[in-house]
Structures are given as structure tokens and as C-alpha cells.
């Protein structure tokens, strides 16, 4: 069995942030609830789409470490929501 303590510290540290991206709670403070459906100029995504791209992705790469079967999805096309907005308004 491989040492996965290399591994895990790696996945806590970027989890937390100050590597590739900004902590999740930075963002959302700081993100207005009425715009996270706006695509900004000269962006190809809402803040949205990107949120969203990010727990499709998570989600993928959980189910290519669990599933001995596993197909990947269509790229892009299944990595994106199409809407600009979540479809649940709830």
C-alpha cells in the first residue's frame, strides 16, 4: 500500500487555500448573492458556472478513484452547466 500521508497533507493544504485558489469562505464573503449568476465582460463564466464546474469536476475525479468501470465524461461539455444561473431558485 503507497503512503498517502504526502497525499492527504497535499489535498488539506489546497483545500484550505493560498496555493492554486482562494479559500471558499474569502470568495463567498465577498461575492454578492444577486450576481453570481452574471457573466462579467470579457468572461466566459458566471461566478455560478465556475462554482459549479468546480463540484463537477470534484465529483469526477472522486468517482475515476472509486470506480474500477469508470468512463470519463464528454469534456467539456459535461464539466459546465449551460446556464449562466442555477436552474433551482430556492
Known amino acids: 500500500m503507497v503512503d498517502q500521508t504526502l497525499i492527504k497533507q497535499q489535498l488539506?493544504?489546497?483545500l484550505k487555500g493560498g496555493k492554486a485558489f482562494?479559500?471558499?469562505d474569502t470568495v463567498l464573503d465577498k461575492m454578492p448573492v444577486d450576481k453570481i449568476g452574471i457573466v462579467?465582460?470579457?468572461?466566459?463564466y458566471s461566478f455560478y458556472q465556475q462554482f459549479a464546474h468546480i463540484q463537477i469536476a470534484q465529483s469526477d475525479i472522486l468517482e475515476y478513484c472509486?470506480?474500477?468501470?469508470?468512463e470519463?465524461?464528454?469534456w467539456p461539455d459535461d464539466y459546465w452547466p449551460d446556464s449562466p444561473e442555477s436552474e433551482n431558485k430556492d
Do not use: E, I, M
Request: zero cysteines; proline letters at 21%; a negative charge.
Open 66 to 70: 472509486r470506480d474500477d468501470n469508470y
Open 40 to 44: 462579467p465582460d470579457g468572461l466566459p
Open 22 to 24: 482562494s479559500p471558499f
Open 72 to 74: 470519463a465524461p464528454n
Open 12 to 14: 488539506v493544504t489546497h
